[in-house]
């Protein structure tokens, strides 16, 4: 990836000269990252990104060619400048593992460092982790939904610029796609490539069965035919039956047929007859054209007989649900190590922050089932056992007794003192690790439509910090002190 | 822009290698890229990205890590590595200029050349001209509905991926906006940059008020107050009141507030009045807040009080219609400059693309607007004036005679042998055209809702040879001759 450091929003630069300029340089603050909605109205999210938020902060650092820009928007003074020709990040960077199931206000990220610093982060951040965190949701629901069986990505030609298909591509193999068509994304991150053929292929050459064949004789061993170019019944199954067996013949494996138009459900269906009776049963057949996680549900359920799903336009633009709410918020401020709590307050009660320095706790029970998860203030102890009562922060006569209980702390140490320590793990192990991870939550939370509500509650030592803060708020604005 | 070669679908690189062994590569292929749809139900598009395929085009080279990747996939053979390593594009590209407004079925961009080059370029000109075209589309109906008041584009954060954030700022620049909060778009395509203060601001001192004086000390004469941080009209308005007065009293110019939560009407008519009362007449509301053409439409006629308006997350994204379908189809095959014209047949009347090599011709009636576009065979010519009558492809019976016309081609030479063959306009006089371009059109047209449907109408040669090619393409999946 390019050197981002100029991938920020213009009045995170005034700001930062405004924290200059009022002598804020050496004041410290905390952000958190998290989102307040789940998309796709589904019972969870993935978080990916990180790995991308860690090459970014790796590379701040504003270029000679930089500051003259910033020079010529006559915005910014000379001591300004200066200090951006200096700009390291000195932070301390903590997040929870791409591939993490998460939910509703959870600090994905928490950024601690110089007011100055965190200031700029903001926007790179949340571009790179709204983004990625959307798409792996959206491919871990398609997968899903093809119960098993493997989904290639294939929807460069229509993501959002360059960029999004090959981020795209990573976040859709961490939900666990099998395959990208995107070259470039396979170059970069080692993700397996995959693809077939295009109508103008077929168009190409006199006719479809010399097309087929001119395939057959490139690609022997890897040979899937797309079958729908002019009648995917009349002549293109007949004609791929034939390449086939003459593949078979020779001594290779016929791979299959893709479908790319039509009624998925009944050609599927039909093609898988004439391909059994042909003698070709090893030969499978791809269906693709306009998927995602509701039609490929739906054609399973009709009893379609595809075994392969190649989804693009809906998977890498995540057509119903195109962005992440992903926000950045302020949980404390302070110098030298000390911090105090802060929250923003709204008339919109999903609006108000958690405030304070947070970490996030998730209880298993003994059977290795994700029970519910806690956001906690830093130092607070949960002792493994010990029997432990949550309430829902909204409705607090909500109540659950946990016990005998395991827990885990999902934020791990990234940056600190603005070195990274941690390894990154290998795209392949993400993969794993995200399958696995959601396998230690109920289906129910991870149901496609009316997911049961996974429980998210805010340790009573937080609660009761907020509500202090917020009185204290209320009254300040009642008394016009602000 | 970084080198994107490799951007391309891997079935792009194996049909390349099937066209080499079998002999194909001095084969030629006329490409269009079109659309189907128009987005948002809308009544037109902006098309953009040419300079950006133009760039992709100009630096399309392999490198040996490249070719060393695409080695270890174990598909190609050695001889198609090797024309790899000497690949360079050679052929033809006509293109519409960026700005103009264009139709479904119009070939926004042709391409010409070796079937081995062409194939190559399917992907990475649609990601381009997808994703630019369809948010300067965005940008445009935005701008329509604010009515001649400034919008900024701030969505860098929700964008999907960096490239998305710059180049959404620019497309959204050529659709009208102002101005982009991102300062790598700024930088890099000269896009003026401009933004306010965020919400941490004003939580980072101990007051809102003192939150305020520190940002108009340090930015006296661009001073813009975020007033919601607490609560608008009980705090936020009064506080900003003060320090543009202040301000004013000091001799500067005082800039104005913005609010970005709450019922944008009541709040802005409150606001305006309060300001007012307090002298500050000069003072701009700047609203923001999950706007997109149709909040800031009905916000407008409930008589809010805006004066300029941010737009973020549902611009950058275009989260109502989040990809425009556009396609790279196959309309003419053949050798040494002689080409036949193809076809690609579907049940589905839409998906049949037209055949030959094309040209879009605009007639303009005498006072200068457009009345019609007609897609042509490239030798067809339209004498001025000389009554033409043109019908509809689908209802033929719909037609209409144009008398006392001019005429003009919208495709213009982009590369011819490979060269590029002409100057690339400066984004801001893109910008002007596509203002002046969509001036030329009834309101009818580009009305936001229900639009009227601009006639865009197939010559009568074009018409004919499309007939006579299906005609001879069913004939023959009857005779099973595919």
Redesign the interface.
Known sequence: ??N?T??????????M???L??G?QH?E?V?DVFFRTLPFQGGYALAAGLEQVVEYIENLTFSEE?LV??RS?N?FNEDFIEELRNFRFTGDIDAVPEGTSVFPFEPLIRVKGR?FET?LL???I???V??ETLIATKASRVMAAADGASVME?G?????????????ARAAFIGGCQST????A??RYGIP?????????I??FP???EAFR??A???PD?CLLLVD???AL??GV??AIKVGLELEAEGHHFQGIRLD??DLTYLSREARRMLDEAGLKNAIIVGSNDLDEETIFAVRAQGAKIDAWGVG?HLI???DS?????V???AA?GEQGVFHP?L?????IS?ITNPGIKKIVRFYDQAGKSMADLIALEDEVFVEGKPLTIFDPIQTWKRKTLTNFRTRELLIPVFRGGKRVCELPKLKDIQTYARKELDTFWDEVKRLTNPHRYIVDLSTNLFELKQQLLLT?HK??KA???
């Open positions: 990836m390019e981002l100029m991938l920020t929003d213009l009045y995170q630069l005034t700001m000269q405004g924290h300029v009022n804020y004041k603050a952000f930089n820009y910033l928007l915005l007011i200031q903001e926007t790179a949340l571009n790179l709204n983004f294939f460069l030609r229509r993501a959002q610029g360059p960029d999004a298909g090959i981020l795209g068509s995107n070259v470039l396979g170059e490539v995959s693809g077939t053929q295009a109508h103008s292929w168009q190409c006719s479809e069965l001119a395939f004789r490139t690609f890897s170019t002019y009648s009349e002549s007949p004609n138009s039509g336009t633009t995540s057509k195109p962005s992440l709410g992903g950045y918020k302020l401020e802060r923003k307050v709204s008339e919109n609006k708020i300040d604005i016009s002190k602000l």
